[in-house]
């Protein structure tokens, strides 16, 4: 299609009077001194040619006005320039401090032309329809500006955009088409023009620029309107693409992975407190930090963090942790770190607190297998050392990993420096330890398929016909991976089993299935119940026979292993919620401890251990027998600690992979002989 002439545009002459033009900017129909725009070192502007020449290939409205699909107040802003220039009250158009959305508009419109009113060179016309095709019909060779104007009232006048704005919003979209003769009466006019306006610079704009979003003294109420027609993930688009995000929830081992965004820096802000508010109570956090264009960092801790009580403590997680590096670090692409499994843990800091580093001191507000911390304290200016002063601004990290932690079959692009420990490698791109993050995204992920039991049916039968109840029932009452790895979430549903839709009693006969993270499997046998104290701050120590098994992992060959245990260990004793049980010093380091010889100062079996900071969950265990205690016709593969001591474990301390435990339910025919010894024992007293 030929390109017309200046005189070809005959809608838009008959629509000029001295100089003055009318156009329908949106919606707002406003006079335009386009004359001015005829003047030397105006007239080759891409807005002087679109409107002098290509008037007649330009949307109308319904009164044959030129349509221009833009923001009204650039126009405005402009006009007002224009009629100052054409009285002589200023020289020039400058812009000064107007704002983002007004240089936005100008660079489009007063970019130099590559071609001219009068048409020459025509050879570069593909070259103008590129920088103005999004103003012009579809319907015309090289335009981008849709088929038709659509319109909605809202506050009594008349919002205005074209089908192409509006192609990638379903919902916005829907509100112009399918419901466009409704006005609109329950959302702000201004906060409905920022959103149309946002979704029209998103089409302007360059393929893979960043839009920004609007701003507005009632940021909340945007936000939720922006939530309303579903402009919201388009303001604050995730760090990762959406291939990106799936091959790194497909690295978290998950077998159906399910996630909602909960925290994003660029919405929510950039304050640990805002972040910690929108996290807490969530299991299965993935962070993905975006610390620079071209490094990208996630860790996923698979726990359920909260603040600790005291907003001037800290926290202490055991879990299982998987660090990656996204992009930057590692020519591969996704590459995950092993994390050892003593750091297999998350730190967090009260609001007015922070996290300590291995010599007490605070440094940050939150802290990932040992390297990677949020909220880090500042740096020494000249030094680089931090000066233990953790701040709120969660973009301000320190990251680290051990050199010898690098996966050996890739390789690792980014820096490395020198440490008290040795070499440390940088994830993030950053010359130093320090750096100051981007964007900070949180993601709460879970398995949308049920977690995978512990044993196979075959092999919890055989454990329970070790246990000498070879006609007993097992009945699952809990299980961490789902019903989560607090001390009060194992207490409320260990604590008492329903029987019968009319009674409820304490359970008894429990079976505890333990999943170290590294692979072994420890089972044991408590003839009794977990049962609290009524007092939250105390501890209830029960007496009943407690066994203990290896399951598979510490023994050659495998197989079912009983390990007995003396008289003296035959008792229980679980820690109320704001209590813990004590060890030999007197201090509490745990909320379970089975197997208790002096008063629970050392138990053979931990639930949440921790001697050093509190934890409220109960991943951490510790766990040791004699080796004395070890069956002889077995060859012990593990280590032996103290020249004494042995454990079915990885070590002595491991942390949870899972825990399930199981009421033994024996039939009517056990009960009954059950009763009867228990009768013939009281007699024989």
């Known amino acids: 299609m030929?390109?017309?002439s200046s005189t070809d545009s005959k809608d838009a002459a008959d629509s000029t009077s001295g100089g003055v033009m009318q156009l329908n900017v949106s919606g707002y129909v406003m006079a335009f001194p386009s004359g001015v725009l005829l003047r030397d070192g105006l007239r080759d502007t891409c807005l002087a040619v679109l409107l002098h020449r290509f008037g007649d290939w330009m949307h109308k409205d319904a009164e044959r006005t030129i349509f221009i699909d833009a923001d009204p107040l650039y126009f405005v802003w402009l006009c007002e320039k224009l009629t100052r220039l054409k009285h002589g009250w200023v020289d020039e158009i400058k812009i000064f401090n107007e704002g983002p959305h007004i240089t936005f508009y100008h660079d489009i419109f007063f970019a130099t032309s590559p071609i001219d009113i009068d048409g020459h060179p025509e050879a570069l016309f593909k070259s103008f329809m590129a920088m103005m095709g999004a103003f012009i019909k579809s319907s015309i060779k090289g335009g981008s500006g849709g088929e038709e104007v659509l319109s909605v009232t809202v506050g009594g006048r008349t919002v205005a955009t074209t089908d192409a704005t509006l192609t990638n919003f379903d919902t916005l979209n829907d509100r112009f088409t399918k419901y466009g003769a409704t006005p609109i009466v329950d959302v702000s006019g201004h906060h409905f023009d920022l959103i149309v306006d946002?979704?029209?610079?998103?089409?302007?704009?360059?393929?893979?620029?960043?839009?920004?979003?609007?701003?507005c003294c009632c940021q909340?109420?945007?936000?939720?309107?922006?939530?309303?027609?579903?402009?919201?993930?388009?303001?604050?688009?995730?760090i990762l693409a959406n291939d990106v995000m799936q091959t790194l929830l497909d690295r978290l081992g998950k077998k159906e992975p399910t996630m909602l965004c909960v925290f994003k820096s660029a919405l929510h802000g950039?304050?640990?407190?805002?972040?910690?508010?929108?996290?807490?109570?969530?299991?299965?956090?993935?962070?993905?930090i975006k610390c620079s264009d071209t490094h990208t960092i996630a860790a996923f801790?698979?726990?359920?963090?909260?603040?600790?009580?005291?907003?001037?403590?800290?926290?202490?997680?055991?879990?299982?942790?998987?660090?990656?590096?996204?992009?930057?670090?590692?020519?591969?692409?996704?590459?995950?770190i092993d994390v050892p499994k003593d750091y297999q843990r998350v730190s967090v800091a009260g609001t007015k607190g922070g996290v300590t580093d291995r010599w007490g001191k605070p440094c940050g507000k939150m802290c990932i297998a040992r390297g990677?911390?949020?909220g880090h304290g500042e740096r020494h200016p000249t030094y680089n050392f931090c000066l233990h002063r953790p701040t709120d601004d969660i973009r301000l990290c320190h990251q680290w990993v051990k050199q010898e932690e690098l996966p050996a079959n890739k390789k690792f692009a980014g820096q490395t420096i020198r440490g008290s420990g040795g070499h440390a490698a940088l994830l993030s791109g950053s010359e130093t330890t320090c750096f100051t993050a981007q964007r900070v995204e949180v993601f709460q992920v879970w398995d949308a398929m049920p977690a995978d039991p512990i044993l196979c049916?075959?092999?919890?039968?055989?454990?329970?016909d070790a246990t000498g109840m070879t006609d007993a029932t097992p009945h699952l009452l809990y299980k961490g991976e789902a019903d989560g790895f607090e001390h009060e979430a194992l207490l409320e549903h260990v604590g008492s089993c329903c029987c019968s839709k009319k009674q409820q009693q304490v359970a008894t006969d429990l079976l505890l299935l333990l999943?170290?993270?590294?692979?072994?499997?420890?089972?044991?046998?408590?003839?009794?119940?977990l049962t609290p104290p009524a007092d939250p701050t105390a501890v209830a120590k029960t007496s009943c026979a407690v066994s203990l098994y290896s399951v598979c992992g510490a023994f050659d060959g495998d197989g079912i292993t009983k390990i007995d245990l003396s008289n003296a260990e035959q008792c229980i004793c679980v820690a109320g919620a704001q209590a813990g049980v004590k060890n030999l010093q007197d201090e509490p380091v745990g909320k379970v401890c089975i197997g208790d010889m002096t008063d629970g100062a050392s138990g053979r079996l931990w639930l949440g251990f921790q001697p050093d900071a509190p934890d409220p969950t109960i991943s951490r265990c510790r766990h040791w027998v004699l080796k004395d205690c070890l069956p002889a016709d077995k060859k012990y593969l593990g280590a032996i600690y103290f020249e004494d001591r042995a454990s079915l474990g990885s070590s002595n301390e491991f942390t949870l992979a899972d825990l399930e435990v199981y009421t033994l339910q024996p039939s009517a025919g056990w009960q009954w002989v059950s009763a009867v010894a228990s009768m013939m024992l009281a007699r024989s007293t």
């Open 2 to 4: 030929e390109a017309p």
């Open 301 to 336: 801790v698979d726990t359920k963090l909260q603040l600790p009580a005291d907003p001037a403590s800290e926290l202490q997680f055991w879990c299982p942790v998987s660090l990656f590096s996204v992009s930057g670090a590692f020519e591969e692409g996704i590459t995950e």
């Open 270 to 288: 950039h304050l640990y407190e805002s972040m910690m508010r929108r996290v807490a109570g969530r299991r299965g956090l993935l962070f993905v």
């Open 372 to 374: 990677l911390w949020l």
């Open 198 to 215: 946002f979704a029209r610079r998103c089409r302007l704009s360059p393929d893979g620029a960043v839009v920004a979003p609007p701003t």
């Open 457 to 464: 049916e075959s092999c919890l039968r055989a454990l329970v």
């Open 515 to 529: 999943k170290d993270l590294d692979g072994p499997i420890i089972a044991c046998h408590i003839e009794g119940g």
């Open 220 to 238: 909340d109420k945007l936000l939720r309107v922006s939530d309303m027609y579903g402009v919201l993930d388009a303001m604050y688009p995730n």
